[in-house]
């Protein structure tokens, strides 16, 4: 079946540094989407991409999505501590069928002041 | 107002019991899943209906049965509880193909 892996599992930056979490699917991707989780919360959309090497900013973070819609990047620039979290990609296949997401293992962020 | 709410928050129950979470959206939306987060963090799709349908029905043990009696509501009960069923229960919904999720807040399920 289809399978998202995502690296790193764990990243540890300084504050103000950069951090960058890698996704990849196993499949061809129909969209794909991230998600932020705050230590004890839960999973919060952050966005979409859909088309082919698409990219997309929100502030301090970069998505892009792969030219073959199989893999996927979230870029943070200059971390801040309300960074912190765990963020999930999650792959949503293309060959139609029952509607659900794939999430990635997530990548557990933490920011030292 | 809450998008997606879920009952109880916290749960304590000792093995064999049996117990049931419940889960409304008041977002309109067609489709509910309930997700299954471990002590890794990670998000297994446990099940999803779409208008009151079940339509996936992932390899889960045939104690947790999920029950949809409007596309509002998707509850989920457990039977005979087990130690390894001790984690975080996500109920979240969408709109619809390729719509994004909204999580409700969790059930942190601890069996003893």
């Known amino acids: 079946g289809q399978q998202v892996m995502q690296i790193p599992q764990y990243q540890h930056v300084q504050e103000g540094e950069d951090f960058t979490t890698y996704c990849n699917s196993s499949?061809?991707?129909?969209?794909i989407q991230w998600y932020k989780q705050r230590p004890g919360g839960h999973p919060v959309f952050l966005i979409q991409?859909?088309?082919?090497?698409e990219v997309k900013k929100q502030k301090r973070l970069t998505f892009q999505f792969g030219e073959a819609k199989k893999n996927s990047s979230l870029h943070i620039t200059a971390t801040q501590t309300t960074d912190v979290g765990t963020y999930f990609c999650?792959?949503?296949?293309?060959?139609?069928?029952?509607?659900?997401?794939?999430f990635g293992k997530g990548t557990k962020l933490t920011v030292n002041p | 107002d809450t998008a997606v709410s879920q009952t109880p928050k916290y749960l304590v129950t000792q093995m064999g019991n049996d117990k049931s979470i419940k889960c409304e959206q008041n977002l309109g939306h067609d489709t509910m899943y309930w997700y299954k987060q471990d002590s890794k963090k990670f998000l297994k799709i446990m099940f999803s209906y779409n208008n009151k349908e079940l339509i996936i029905n992932e390899t889960v043990p045939n104690r947790f049965s999920p029950k949809s009696p409007d596309k509002a509501h998707l509850n989920l009960h457990i039977n005979s509880l087990e130690l390894g069923d001790s984690a975080v229960y996500f109920c979240?919904?969408?709109?619809?193909?390729?719509?994004?999720?909204?999580f409700g807040s969790g059930t942190r399920l601890t069996v003893v």
């Open positions: 991409l859909v088309k082919s090497g």
């Open positions: 999650a792959g949503k296949g293309t060959q139609g069928g029952s509607e659900k997401l794939v």
């Open positions: 499949t061809t991707l129909s969209n």
């Open positions: 979240a919904s969408s709109s619809g193909q390729g719509g994004s999720y909204t």
